[in-house]
């Protein structure tokens, strides 16, 4: 009795999701080369850089180089030790339109990140805000498709959800589930129609604000002291009335966020207890994946066949998801290790939580989410 229910909650649950992911498939905005601008808005490209040495040359000189005819590139340099703001200036080769701050110190009660977000949004001189992390790669015509879409969709936040760009193991496991739960779990339609904040999602390495819309929210400033400060962003610009869109990068925008497990493990579980809004939805949330992603396998292999529908459901979930974000469709089979894995980070994250906060670029964090030096 208690196996029957459990594979009808299991069976239920992963069709649901499933149906979404289909749905959102079919439905969600890619960017398009071929949308234009008839009256291209100044746009500042504002990015946050704190020990960036290794890529930010390569950043700076892809986002110089895009086909967009008006547009400044603001860098701030947050009190690296790297040297990233010396080769920033190399690869920008006195071009007139980028410009290099020097961040200031972190003020108390605020998020390193968000700090250096506020200051660039103070620096700022365009129409359209356009934040982005520094280990974000820009095709040419990158620039100019999100302006177009940011227009064609009227958005006053244009989330845009970059192409994960995956080659250690560690990655492949753990990476590609970040676009499994947008995709699986929360419609597109409900983000872009339904009024409520709390069907909002963003993307922080990537996000275009209209100033108006920016300025009313109350920017970084608002959300200083969140960690995950892109939802914080996205939920008030609902909370306002105001139009959130969300875009897939198509391949446009491209990002290797960690490359080894322990940049994977430890960049996760930063920010998981604030994703999930506290230590008991995340306690919630890990039952309820192995639940429905581990729990069918045991059954398998202590023979019980009536286990196989719910695990081909969930590859199947898994190798879509794939499809759609440009990732390895064979990757889909290591779903059950995945699961593992984001246990493995929830667990880093519950013993940084016990011990006062997480550690990340040289900064300490408290239980809130608070950075300090």
């Not at 520094?134 to 100019?144: E, G, T």
């Not at 080659?167 to 009024?195: D, K, N």
């Not at 994946?289 to 009536?306: E, I, K, N, Y």
Request: glycine share 6%.
């Amino acid at each position: 009795m208690i196996f029957d229910l459990l594979l009808f909650f299991i069976t239920s649950a992963l069709t649901l999701i499933a149906l979404i992911a289909i749905l959102n498939a079919l439905t969600f905005p890619r960017l398009d080369a071929r949308e234009t601008d008839a009256n291209p808005p100044f746009v500042s490209i504002l990015v946050p850089a704190r020990d960036e040495a290794p890529r930010i040359a390569r950043t700076v000189g892809l986002l110089l180089a895009q086909a967009y005819p008006r547009f400044e590139l603001i860098l701030l340099d947050d009190a690296s030790t790297d040297g990233t703001a010396e080769r920033a200036l190399e690869a920008a080769r006195g071009d007139s339109r980028f410009r290099l701050l020097r961040g200031q110190p972190l003020p108390p009660g605020w998020i390193g990140k968000n700090w250096a977000c506020h200051q660039l949004s103070e620096a700022a001189r365009g129409e359209v805000l356009l934040f982005t992390d520094a280990d974000v790669f820009w095709s040419p015509q990158a620039l100019a498709a999100i302006v177009a879409r940011l227009t064609r969709s009227r958005a006053d936040l244009l989330a845009v959800f970059p192409t994960q760009q995956t080659e250690s193991f560690a990655e492949r496991l753990v990476v590609p589930l970040m676009a499994m739960t947008v995709l699986g779990y929360l419609p597109v339609w409900a983000v872009h129609f339904i009024p409520w904040p709390v069907f909002s999602a963003a993307n922080g390495q990537c996000l275009a604000f209209r100033r108006a819309a920016y300025e009313r929210i109350g920017g970084h400033a608002a959300v200083r002291a969140v960690i995950v400060e892109d939802m914080a962003l996205a939920g008030r610009i609902k909370r306002v009335g105001l139009r959130l869109r969300l875009v897939d990068a198509a391949g446009f925008v491209v990002t290797r966020m960690y490359a080894n497990w322990f940049e994977v493990r430890n960049g996760f579980a930063k920010n998981i207890i604030a994703g999930h809004g506290g230590v008991a939805p995340l306690l919630l949330s890990t039952l309820f994946h192995w639940t429905v992603f581990l729990l069918p396998w045991a059954w398998l292999f202590s023979g019980d066949g009536r286990a196989f529908p719910p695990i081909l459901l969930g590859l199947t979930l898994r190798a879509l998801t794939a499809a759609v974000t440009r990732q390895r469709l064979a990757d889909a089979l290591l779903l059950p290790a995945s699961v593992l894995a984001m246990t493995a980070i929830a667990f880093q994250a519950l013993v940084w939580h016990v011990r006062g906060g997480p550690a990340w670029k040289g900064r300490s964090y408290d239980r809130a989410g608070r950075s300090h030096r």
